[in-house]
């Protein structure tokens, strides 16, 4: 299971104990919590007796994830993102930081950084907000999956508080280790490819779902901040 995170205490424990008994190791690469998201994590993967792999980054060890100018812009850009501790609030004081409190700015990066952390044949990502439904059927798709590079699982991305789904749509979820790489499409978006040259077999599961854990209120919230990304990266890059 590979899946990175920034503070999502209250959350990472639950999206790890949904699916860890069909998983052999889980692999967290935490970009820059303040609290104890990373703590969590392994609490949840202790309780099943599962090897808890973590990477903690910033702009020393990871330079390709940390592509942060010392412009206004981008510090409002890393603001609007919610990726700066308290007391960068203030423009100045963010100038003055030591530089070894960066903020994560190129999502496709970690994510083939925490990729390249799995040394499992498979690879199933989710998001630390995700919760894994009819994960006991991993185990037989796992024994279905040899001959295929990947598999489709369906996402409940957005639901209602009457269960049903607001939208939802197949994202492959299971991935053979190496052949797929991670690319940013937008700032706010990153998709996964296969790599140059690799011919792809996929298979869609509909029997695993990824379910979405924001509520209605959260994607108002997080449509108005990337509203405010692009309009931050616009002042950027003009």
């Not at 999206?15 to 104890?36: C, M, N, P, R, W």
């Not at 999502?107 to 998001?127: C, H, P, Q, S, V």
Request: glycine letters at 6%; one cysteine or more.
């Amino acid at each position: 299971l590979c899946l990175i995170a920034i503070n999502e205490v209250g959350k990472i424990g639950k999206a790890i104990e949904s699916v860890i008994k069909q998983v052999d190791a889980v692999y967290l690469l935490d970009t820059g919590s303040t609290e104890d998201t990373i703590k969590e994590a392994e609490r949840a993967c202790k309780r099943a007796g599962k090897v808890f792999v973590c990477e903690s980054i910033n702009p020393q060890t990871a330079p390709q994830v940390y592509k942060v100018n010392d412009t206004q812009a981008d510090w409002q850009l890393m603001k609007d993102l919610g990726y700066l501790k308290p007391e960068y609030d203030d423009y100045d004081k963010w100038l003055a930081r030591d530089h070894q409190a960066g903020d994560l700015f190129n999502f496709a990066e970690a994510r083939n950084i925490n990729f390249g952390m799995a040394k499992t044949d498979y690879i199933l990502w989710i998001d630390a907000d995700d919760i894994v439904e009819g994960a006991d059927n991993i185990t037989r798709l796992m024994e279905q999956i040899g001959g295929y590079t990947g598999a489709h699982l369906w996402y409940r991305y957005q639901v209602s508080s009457d269960n049903k789904d607001i939208v939802g749509h197949n994202k492959l979820r299971v991935v053979k280790n190496g052949l797929y790489e991670w690319t940013s499409l937008a700032p706010i978006h990153e998709n996964l490819f296969p790599k140059q040259g690799i011919k792809i077999r996929e298979i869609l599961d509909e029997s695993i779902k990824v379910r979405h854990t924001k509520t209605v209120e959260d994607f108002i919230k997080s449509g108005q901040r990337n509203i405010r990304v692009l309009k931050a990266l616009e002042a950027r890059e003009g």
